[in-house]
């Protein structure tokens, strides 16, 4: 058993063991309580979802491809309330403990993962990232992790939020090992024979959304790209303003979400915590609020962005706009801290593009991270490229 003193985990009893050999041996994972294990009743982090639900007859698929090469799971970890947070806090289960920042949240919903892997509890860690989930409490836990190109890594038999942006995703504390689970989960890429050329910074995300001593930080990890061999280019990738953009992903997720739980809330009348409960009941309202028409913007930001990268482009961004929040923030400094991030997040929501993130730096002793975004079923090429400016940095970076 392990000794889990950051209550990252759910249930740490829950194991699966190696069902085959492989890229994996050895290693140990957790993963976020709305995978399915076969006998094992998820809550989603809420006690009604596990009141309501019976337990699985199988597992998630991409456990299974885990086990089949050699890794052994350990656990289910926590989350925040049907996954609709970016914040780890959890009225009914607890905040988990964040490893690198004790006094501030460790980023949600894929909270207990990121804890488990920032903790060295397990070698990587399995969580979804739908609006962020994945990004933020990496960014925040100081880990490497990665929000795969919408579709290209199953999410069979996990627990959805919203469709058209759910994503499986993964965190480690190296690169290299983030490489590793990759080469096994994603298996419809792209050739990546050919370097990436060109790095675009959006600088629409850098002067608009960060924090001042997060900016400060940032110049000096913009002086070690510059030095690179590739060509740098200032690029403005909203026209409409990324404030716009979230809008839009706000309603097009939240009318998804309620056609996928509403049912469930207006029978079940499930006991949300704070924030959640309004997240719902928004929710319920949206897709009055112009959803035809957010759904036309997407579509035309994702072949913007998707032209802009082509074949040779990197998109740089800040990952968050600075630290993490400290834990018990009112709801209104979390809500207004929450609305910047999602102007960071929702690039890669809307567009359906993989986005690696990587702890490059600490503003005061925590630690921020900065993101890495490339075309289409370009993840693993994208993921080689993070582990060279890591390698290539390493003994200045963080």
Same mark, same amino acid.
Request: hydrophobic share 40%.
């Given at each position: 058993?392990? !000794?889990? +003193? ?25 993963? +976020? *309580? ?44 926590? #989350? ?35 804890? /488990? ?5 397990? *070698?990587?860690?399995?969580? #979804? ?6 990004? $933020? ?8 992790? $990665? ?7 199953? $999410? ?15 965190? #480690? ?31 629409? /995300? ?8 997060? +900016? !400060? ?34 309603? $097009?997720?939240? /009318? ?16 949300? %915590? ?13 897709? +009055? ?20 990268? %082509? ?7 800040? #990952? ?8 018990? @923030?009112?709801?209104?400094? @979390?809500? *207004? ?15 359906? @593009? ?6 490059? /730096? ?14 289409? !079923?370009?993840?693993?090429? @994208? ?16």
């Amino acid at each position: 058993m392990l !000794h889990d +003193k950051y209550d990252a985990f759910m249930d740490d009893h829950l194991t699966l063991n190696p069902t085959g050999s492989g890229k994996l041996d050895n290693l140990t994972f957790a993963v +976020k *309580d709305v995978f399915a294990i076969e006998g094992h009743t998820n809550t989603a982090g809420n006690p009604d979802w596990l009141r309501t639900h019976k337990p699985s007859e199988v597992n998630a698929a991409v456990i299974d491809q885990l086990i089949k090469t050699g890794a052994r799971m350990i656990g289910t970890t926590h #989350t925040d309330e049907l996954m609709y947070s970016l914040n780890g806090e959890n009225h009914h289960y607890g905040t988990p403990i964040n490893p690198k920042a004790p006094d501030h949240i460790p980023g949600g919903s894929s909270s207990g993962s990121a804890v /488990a892997v920032s903790a060295g509890l397990v *070698d990587f860690a399995l969580g #979804t990232d739908t609006g962020g989930s994945v990004r $933020i409490p990496s960014s925040y836990c100081g880990l490497y992790g $990665i929000r795969p190109t919408h579709g290209d890594v199953s $999410i069979d038999g996990v627990i959805p939020l919203a469709k058209s942006f759910d994503t499986v995703g993964w965190m #480690t504390n190296s690169p290299d090992l983030l490489k590793q689970v990759g080469d096994v989960v994603l298996t419809n890429q792209a050739d990546t024979s050919a370097s990436f050329t060109k790095i675009l910074y959006a600088e629409d /995300a850098w002067s608009q959304l960060l924090d001042d001593e997060t +900016k !400060h930080v940032f110049s000096e990890v913009h002086s070690l790209l510059k030095n690179s061999e590739m060509e740098i280019e200032s690029v403005t990738i909203s026209e409409e303003g990324l404030a716009v953009w979230a809008e839009a992903f706000r309603v $097009i997720q939240g /009318a998804e979400i309620w056609r996928e739980h509403g049912q469930w809330v207006e029978v079940e009348k499930p006991s949300f %915590g704070p924030g959640i409960a309004e997240r719902f009941e928004m929710a319920s309202k949206v897709e +009055k609020q112009g959803f035809e028409e957010k759904c036309d913007l997407r579509k035309k930001i994702r072949s913007r962005i998707s032209s802009m990268l %082509g074949k040779g482009g990197i998109l740089v961004i800040p #990952t968050a706009p600075g630290i993490a929040p400290l834990r018990g @923030l009112p709801s209104k400094e @979390l809500d *207004d801290y929450r609305a910047r991030a999602m102007r960071l997040t929702c690039i890669a929501g809307l567009s359906g @593009l993989p986005q690696v993130t990587i702890p490059v /730096a600490e503003v005061n002793g925590k630690p921020i991270g900065l993101s890495f975004l490339a075309n289409h !079923h370009m993840d693993k090429k @994208l993921i080689d490229f993070a582990v060279k400016v890591v390698g290539n940095h390493s003994s200045v970076l963080k």
